[in-house]
Nanobody, 119 residues
Framework: QVQVVESGGGLVQPGGSLRLSCVASGITFRRYYMAWHRQAPGKERELVAAIATFGGTNYADSVRGRFTISRDNDKNTVYLQMNRLRPGDTAVYYC?????????????WGQGTQVTVSS
């Protein structure tokens, strides 16, 4: 059974930091790109950051230089280090496991973790 479980969200003041974690079990982790998306109230879900199977990364312009995505293939875990947080970063953050080969494997989403940036 596949499970994608995020953790690490919470309430933080502007300028603060949080580290999100996502554990994906039941999949061959190295066969998946991993990404973080977010969805704020009344807005569409957007890509925040993505990481390829062995480390290439991509970031949304709004978070580049503040957020860092990383992965540990031995622990089936992807992380999102978020620094210098702003109120505009408030959203539910979702982890996405996206297979390299869509012909063989399906993608999976986590349930999300709430991040609130407020004083």
């Amino acid at each position: 059974q596949v499970q994608v479980v995020e953790s690490g969200g919470g309430l933080v003041q502007p300028g603060g930091s949080l580290r999100l974690s996502c554990v994906a079990s039941g999949i061959t982790f190295r066969r998946y790109y991993m990404a973080w998306h977010r969805q704020a109230p009344g807005k569409e879900r957007e890509l925040v950051a993505a990481i390829a199977t062995f480390g290439g990364t991509n970031y949304a312009d709004s978070v580049r230089g503040r957020f860092t995505i990383s992965r540990d293939n031995d622990k089936n875990t992807v992380y999102l280090q978020m620094n210098r947080l702003r109120p505009g970063d408030t959203a539910v953050y979702y982890c996405h496991a996206d297979p390299v080969d869509h012909n063989k494997y399906t993608d999976y989403w986590g349930q999300g973790t709430q991040v609130t940036v407020s004083s």
